[in-house]
């Protein structure tokens, strides 16, 4: 049973560049997380998707970052006209479907590294 | 979810025990004790989690005191490999998502 796979795992991209990132999840987990962590701090909680639906985006930037996870394919994680700022590691997580009372661990991915120069 | 806090940095000889404490004072009745640890430039690795009760897997124990308000993860016989930013984190389980607060983490250095 395959991870959490994200590719690609190294990008560069020039300032004013769109920059895509994906993330496949565990098999049958339907929920995925992405964080982002600049270096030497923690990660941040950017949004949380279920299959089709943002559930919770409350750590997305309003502008230029979006995000989307298909009914069929892995999540994407967007960055418009992007800035030496968003230079980062960009991590995700899936879980299985929560419901009740079940208590879960997320997975991670390995991470995207974005350079924007 | 309730904040945590670590101290920011522990050392451990290798083959010794390393104790890693959490504080997490504001915890509810309902939110759950996770651990996990991030080896340099790798994505974050689950270790283990708990409500109340002490747990134990093949890579580690989560001590949890009576009244919840800290924990220990302890790693029996550190290795070199182990060296790691640790995060303790709480959660409420069931609910939406894994909207989880990773604070600094402990930097664990396992020294030869």
């Known amino acids: 049973n395959a991870g959490v796979m994200q590719n690609p795992r190294h990008l560069v991209r020039r300032r004013g560049q769109e920059a895509r990132l994906r993330c496949s999840p565990m098999k049958g987990h339907s929920h995925v997380y992405w964080y982002r962590q600049l270096p030497e701090e923690g990660l941040k909680f950017m949004v949380y998707l279920q299959k089709e639906n943002i559930i919770d985006e409350s750590g997305m930037p309003k502008e230029r970052f979006s995000a989307e996870f298909p009914k069929e394919g892995p999540s994407i994680l967007r960055i418009q006209q992007v800035v030496r700022g968003d230079s980062a590691a960009y991590f995700c997580a899936s879980s299985p479907g929560q419901g009740g009372t079940m208590n879960t661990e997320a997975f991670f991915g390995q991470g995207t590294r974005l350079t924007v120069v | 979810d309730a904040k945590t806090t670590q101290p920011t940095s522990m050392d451990c000889a290798e083959g010794r025990a390393a104790n890693l404490p959490c504080n997490h004072s504001t915890i509810s009745g309902n939110e759950y004790v996770y651990w996990y640890r991030q080896i340099h430039s790798q994505g974050p690795q689950y270790i283990i989690h708990g409500l109340k009760n002490n747990e134990t897997n093949e890579m580690a124990s989560l001590i949890i005191t009576e009244d919840r308000k800290s924990s220990t993860l302890i790693l029996p016989h550190a290795t070199l490999r182990d060296t790691a930013v640790y995060y303790c984190?709480?959660?409420?389980?069931?609910?939406?998502?894994?909207?989880?607060?990773f604070g600094a983490g402990t930097r664990l250095f396992v020294k030869a």
């Open positions: 984190i709480v959660r409420v389980a069931g609910t939406g998502g894994f909207k989880t607060i």
